[in-house]
């Protein structure tokens, strides 16, 4: 089953930055959209000129942009017919995490008020036949990840489900959010029986939702999530 394209996560990435910082917020916007793999590794980002308009910033800046995380080694510009602007295969690896407990106990945080939260809200929600079917094809398609696909479709199922809330101001949140568990995830390797766990959880959570139960959702996000707190607090101290 083709995915459906998460249409609020890619509104939340790509609005606008802020006027005052218009550089340094295009870069870690860009830089969000590859750390949540909004945009995959070897795929292409949308043209200058749209970027331009989604952020709400002149071309140049957005060139600027691009040519800074180019530099870094995160983007890779093509000339010719078939050419623009692609995401480097492999992202380079984020820095050692410097994270100290106080931010982490802040973000970790954060996430479980917002996605055991969104959770609820979708299990709240009536779906069409369309949005249930999407829904569980972002599960299959975790299920389906290879080791080096993993921590993406794991990224954009938990979208889906932030998504699934019908709540369109929650999925930047979630998506800032997320960036930032990432960073910090991709610090240490993915552990195969961790796999295993975790996509059963995700089961647990994804048929929750769909069949309304919003306490058995929230319950099952909030315990999913706190393996993966167990394994961040581990490989982070």
Same mark, same amino acid.
């Given at each position: 089953?083709?995915?459906?394209?998460l249409e609020e996560?890619?509104?939340?990435v790509?609005?606008p930055?802020?006027?005052?910082?218009?550089?340094?917020?295009?870069?870690?916007?860009?830089?969000?959209?590859?750390?949540?793999?909004?945009?995959?590794p070897?795929?292409s980002?949308p043209?200058e000129r #749209?970027?331009a308009?989604?952020?709400?910033?002149?071309?140049?800046?957005v060139r600027d942009a691009?040519?800074e995380?180019?530099?870094?080694?995160y983007?890779v510009?093509?000339? =010719?017919r078939?050419g623009?602007?692609f995401v480097?295969d492999?992202?380079?690896p984020?820095?050692h995490?410097t994270?100290?407990?106080a931010?982490?106990?802040?973000i970790?945080?954060?996430?479980?008020?917002?996605?055991?939260?969104?959770?609820?809200?979708?299990?709240e929600?009536?779906?069409?036949a369309?949005?249930r079917?999407?829904?569980?094809a972002?599960? #299959?398609?975790?299920?389906?990840?290879g080791?080096?696909?993993?921590?993406?479709a794991?990224?954009?199922?938990?979208?889906?489900i932030a998504?699934a809330?019908?709540?369109p101001?929650?999925?930047p949140?979630i998506? #800032?959010n997320?960036?930032?568990?990432?960073v910090w995830?991709?610090t240490f390797p993915l552990?195969?029986r961790?796999i295993e766990?975790?996509n059963?959880?995700?089961e647990?959570v994804?048929?929750?939702?769909l069949?309304g139960?919003?306490?058995?959702?929230?319950a099952?996000?909030?315990?999913?999530l706190a =393996?993966?707190e167990?394994?961040?607090?581990g490989?982070?101290a």
């Amino acid at each position: 089953m083709t995915e459906a394209p998460l249409e609020e996560v890619h509104r939340a990435v790509y609005r606008p930055v802020r006027e005052g910082n218009a550089l340094e917020d295009t870069v870690a916007r860009l830089v969000q959209t590859l750390r949540l793999g909004v945009v995959a590794p070897g795929e292409s980002l949308p043209p200058e000129r #749209e970027l331009a308009s989604r952020f709400a910033v002149s071309r140049d800046t957005v060139r600027d942009a691009i040519k800074e995380l180019a530099d870094a080694g995160y983007l890779v510009r093509r000339r =010719g017919r078939y050419g623009g602007t692609f995401v480097a295969d492999p992202v380079p690896p984020p820095a050692h995490s410097t994270a100290t407990p106080a931010e982490i106990d802040d973000i970790l945080g954060l996430r479980r008020v917002l996605e055991a939260g969104a959770a609820r809200a979708a299990a709240e929600r009536t779906f069409s036949a369309e949005e249930r079917a999407a829904l569980w094809a972002r599960h #299959e398609a975790t299920v389906a990840a290879g080791a080096g696909e993993y921590r993406r479709a794991d990224t954009l199922l938990h979208l889906a489900i932030a998504e699934a809330a019908g709540i369109p101001s929650l999925v930047p949140l979630i998506a #800032e959010n997320r960036a930032q568990v990432n960073v910090w995830l991709d610090t240490f390797p993915l552990l195969p029986r961790n796999i295993e766990h975790s996509n059963a959880q995700h089961e647990q959570v994804v048929t929750a939702i769909l069949s309304g139960r919003a306490d058995a959702a929230e319950a099952c996000v909030l315990a999913h999530l706190a =393996g993966s707190e167990a394994l961040l607090r581990g490989f982070l101290a």
